[in-house]
């Protein structure tokens, strides 16, 4: 009988999706024993240049939600999820309200901050001075970086546009790497899991408030971890854990790339290698999702650390308890660059 039960009950619940594996743990913290739910990438693999394959568009027709962070992350998502019939599928979670978001950084504007322009960037900087002159003083450094980044648009989507990696919107999306916004979205999970399967809503609200509880132990503890480390800088690979560096007041040099998917320029190499030579540089970073040779290149003959960044998860066991270990594992890899 108790068989017949547990199948019932597993019949009855909502089929659910999450795209990556942090989302996906945050989900399975609001589920708990619900149900389960399904995971479409790999955490050892990058959403930025991914493909559905014809299990996976299956899966999202079959779905009753879909959880995901947007476009701007998972762009090989927004057009199967245009297509479902009902709206309340298409659950992207950068538009919770309540969310801090940061915009995109600039590598070239981090480098130069420090007195190390890119070769191209110095002749950008004669060739219109006059063109900027009308700009208003008020300008922040993030306005500058989009203005950069709209000048070069076109080239890169006519060079790139296949890669799946041309910022879209505003807003760079590695939202889940601040603990607050973590936060944000379990709050947001359960309201949807609630109105959808309001059997099990009691458990839901239940298991996201516990859930809260732990992010806030964990926020406190990276806190006190990384608290004597915050003021050594390092160059990262590319911007996908800028969430976790403002959180927990840690500082960045410089990127590698703002592009993944494109290879890093001769004059930004140089630019860099500059920088490690000049700056108070403690380590450069790479990722495990992406290949690591380019820092190889870039730090060969210098004295500077090289250390591996995971912003997604990889090598960790999938479900609720992903996101704490991610973070935790986070914290261990600027630990030991930066100590």
């Not at 296949?162 to 999970?189: C, F, K, S, Y």
């Not at 732990?214 to 608290?227: A, M």
């Not at 040099?253 to 703002?258: A, Q």
């Amino acid at each position: 009988m108790s068989t017949l039960l547990l199948c019932t009950s597993a019949n009855a619940a909502p089929k659910v999706v999450a795209s990556i594996a942090p989302i996906h743990s945050l989900v399975s913290m609001v589920m708990g024993d619900v149900a389960e739910p399904e995971l479409l990438l790999n955490a050892n693999v990058s959403p930025h240049d991914f493909s559905l394959k014809p299990s996976d568009a299956r899966a999202i027709q079959n779905a009753d939600v879909v959880f995901w962070v947007g476009p701007a992350l998972e762009a090989f998502l927004a057009k199967p999820l245009e297509a479902l019939d009902s709206k309340d599928t298409n659950v992207a979670l950068i538009d919770a309200k309540g969310l801090t978001l940061l915009d995109f950084r600039d590598g070239e504007k981090i480098a130069a901050a420090s007195g190390h322009k890119d070769a191209h960037e110095h002749e950008d900087d004669d060739k219109h001075e006059g063109e900027h002159d009308h700009e208003d003083d008020h300008k922040d450094e993030a306005e500058h970086a989009h203005d950069h980044e709209d000048d070069h648009k076109d080239k890169q989507e006519a060079e790139h546009g296949h890669h799946g990696h041309t910022h879209v919107g505003d807003h760079d999306p590695h939202i889940w790497l601040d603990p607050r916004n973590a936060a944000v979205m379990l709050e947001a999970i359960a309201m949807q899991l609630e109105s959808i399967d309001p059997e099990n809503a009691e458990t839901y609200r239940t298991n996201a408030h516990n859930a809260l509880s732990g992010l806030q132990s964990l926020e406190t503890k990276i806190s006190t971890e990384l608290s004597n480390v915050g003021k050594k800088s390092f160059v990262a690979f590319h911007d996908g854990t800028q969430y976790f560096e403002a959180r927990f007041g840690l500082n960045a040099k410089g990127l590698l790339l703002d592009n993944p998917e494109v290879s890093a320029s001769a004059a930004r190499m140089k630019s860099l290698r500059e920088v490690l030579k000049t700056e108070d540089v403690a380590c450069i970073f790479s990722e495990t999702q992406f290949n690591s040779d380019v820092t190889a290149t870039l730090t060969e003959g210098l004295n500077v650390k090289v250390e591996v960044l995971d912003p997604l998860g990889a090598g960790i066991e999938t479900g609720a308890g992903l996101y704490g270990e991610l973070l935790t594992k986070l914290t261990g890899s600027f630990q030991r660059c930066l100590s």
